[in-house]
């Protein structure tokens, strides 16, 4: 079992930068998990974010968040971070982290174990 606490969100102006993390608490090492970002607005589903395999050595990202975001992770600090910079309206969404105790790092949100309660973000025209 591993708890995940996010936080970071907040207001922003589009164009503008926040960093989301992650951080967990479990009797498992974290560097045993695949870490994953998702998002929800309102009215839509949740999707796919961001992913970072268990070293941090590959990542994978949605196509809407490419070259905007960075995710990584301090396997020391149990934290997974999400860095989101040229934020847009359409980015408002509550964010979660979920961790995969897979060994591939997927988008599929059905794979991964635990979850997080999500920090909103809202962005502003």
């Known amino acids: 079992q591993v708890q995940l606490v996010e936080s970071g969100g907040g207001l922003v102006q589009a164009g503008g930068s926040l960093r989301l993390s992650c951080t967990a608490s479990?009797?498992?090492?974290?560097?045993?998990?695949?870490m994953g970002w998702f998002r929800q607005a309102p009215g839509k589903e949740r999707e796919f974010v961001a992913a970072i395999s268990w070293n941090g050595g590959s990542t994978y990202y949605a196509g809407s968040v490419k070259g905007r975001s960075t995710i990584s992770r301090d396997n020391a600090k149990n934290t997974v971070y999400l860095q989101m910079s040229s934020l847009k309206p359409e980015d408002t969404a509550v964010y979660s982290c979920?961790?995969?105790?897979?060994?591939?790092?997927?988008?599929?949100?059905?794979?991964?174990?635990?979850w997080g309660q999500g920090t909103q973000v809202t962005v502003s025209s």
């Open positions: 979920a961790a995969d105790d897979g060994v591939v790092v997927t988008r599929n949100q059905y794979e991964y174990d635990y």
């Open positions: 479990s009797g498992r090492t974290f560097s045993s998990y695949v």
